[in-house]
């Protein structure tokens, strides 16, 4: 069983920022990589970015500007630094284990948290 506990989301106005962290803990013994997702209003839950445990770091085009994904991995733990939010950025920000696939040879989210919301005013 694996558990994500999420903190850092709250409420800020239009470029403003906010740093959120990811901490994760029980059967991750074999994860591949971490990375958050998002939920915003009319839009289904779209990839944010996600790190590998060696670090190479994947971002939605629209983010990887203003956001950065960082990780400590011997504290199984992952944070994204958000900057020049904009309301468009509201949503429920998901933190996500990656875990490999051997099928089809692939690094995958596999366990989600909770979700944290961020709430952008203009």
């Known amino acids: 069983q694996v558990r994500l506990v999420e903190s850092g989301g709250g409420s800020v106005q239009a470029g403003g920022s906010l740093q959120l962290s990811c901490i994760a803990s029980g059967n991750i013994f074999n994860r591949c990589g971490m990375g958050w997702y998002r939920q915003t209003p009319g839009k289904g839950r779209e990839l944010v970015s996600w790190i590998t445990n060696v670090g190479e770091k994947t971002y939605a085009e629209s983010m990887k500007d203003r956001f950065t994904i960082s990780q400590e991995i011997s504290k199984d733990t992952v944070h994204l630094q958000m900057n020049r939010l904009g309301p468009d950025d509201t949503g429920v920000y998901f933190c996500?284990?990656?875990?490999?696939?051997?099928?089809?040879?692939?690094?995958?989210?596999?366990?989600w948290g909770q979700g944290t919301q961020v709430t952008v005013s203009s």
């Open positions: 996500a284990v990656y875990f490999f696939d051997s099928q089809i040879l692939r690094c995958l989210p596999g366990s």
